[in-house]
T-cell receptor, first 115, second 114 residues
Framework: AQTVTQSQPEMSVQEAETVTLSCTYDTSESNYYLFWYKQPPSRQMILVIR??????QNATENRFSVNFQKAAKSFSLKISDSQLGDTAMYFC????????????FGTGTRLKVLA | NAGVTQTPKFQVLKTGQSMTLQCAQD?????MYWYRQDPGMGLRLIYY???????DKGEVPNGYNVSRLNKREFSLRLESAAPSQTSVYFC?????????????FGSGTRLTVV
């Protein structure tokens, strides 16, 4: 069975600075997808970024980028130039490529951006 | 706006009462899911439906039942609510492009069982 671990329950960062959220996972699958979701106080789940395991290049979406280390089973999220609107809960999620597309979520990291 | 609509947004139940959480999507997605979110535990899958007419158990199905009424609607029923079912419930749907787009989530239902 797959597991996803987020070891940082809470983090804070000053506005305009950079922060990295950690995520590790365990799987015996060779191909899969990894995602980061943002959940602001509104509760809405917002897809931030995704990574396909067979792609070595790290995904980037504007101020958000990942550091994907397949051998180490690590998938960290870097937020550059942090903004107050980045304050949210962040979830890392794993998805197999075979069978039904079900997520396995981590327990989340609560990020607070300080003015 | 296209998306996933959940009702109600908030609900308080007494122990032993029953209720149904409703979910509908208008994106012609085949697959639908129910997750619960609890502090310190992330989101856990309760039930899912890979296509109209099929449903399967997820990680935490005990105490729940589901119905995939048609392609658009997927409801979650609590037959006899317990305090342990106090949680935020999310419905989601996905199409064939789910690996690239992920799920589309509803806005959640906060359920409190007293």
């Amino acid at each position: 069975a797959q597991t996803v671990t987020q070891s940082q329950p809470e983090m804070s960062v000053q506005e305009a600075e950079t922060v990295t959220l950690s995520c590790t996972y365990d799987t015996s699958e060779s191909n899969y997808y990894l995602f980061w979701y943002k959940q602001p106080p509104s509760r809405q789940m917002i897809l931030v970024i995704r990574q396909e395991a067979y792609k070595q290049q790290n995904a980037t979406e504007n101020r958000f980028s990942v550091n994907f280390q397949k051998a180490a089973k690590s998938f960290s999220l870097k937020i550059s130039d942090s903004q107050l609107g980045d304050t949210a809960m962040y979830f890392c999620a794993f998805m197999k490529t075979s069978g039904t597309y079900k997520y396995i979520f981590g327990t989340g990291t609560r990020l607070k951006v300080l003015a | 706006n296209a998306g996933v609509t959940q009702t109600p947004k908030f609900q308080v139940l007494k122990t032993g009462q029953s209720m149904t959480l409703q979910c509908a999507q208008d994106m012609n997605h085949n697959s639908m899911y129910w997750y619960r979110q609890d502090p310190g535990m992330g989101l856990r899958l309760i039930y899912y439906s890979a296509s109209e007419g099929t449903t399967d158990k997820g990680e935490v199905p005990n105490g729940y039942n589901v119905s995939r009424l048609n392609k658009r609607e997927f409801s979650l029923r609590l037959e006899s609510a317990a305090p342990s079912q106090t949680s935020v419930y999310f419905c989601a749907s996905s199409g064939d492009s789910v690996p690239s787009r992920g799920y589309t989530f509803g806005s959640g239902t906060r359920l409190t069982v007293v």
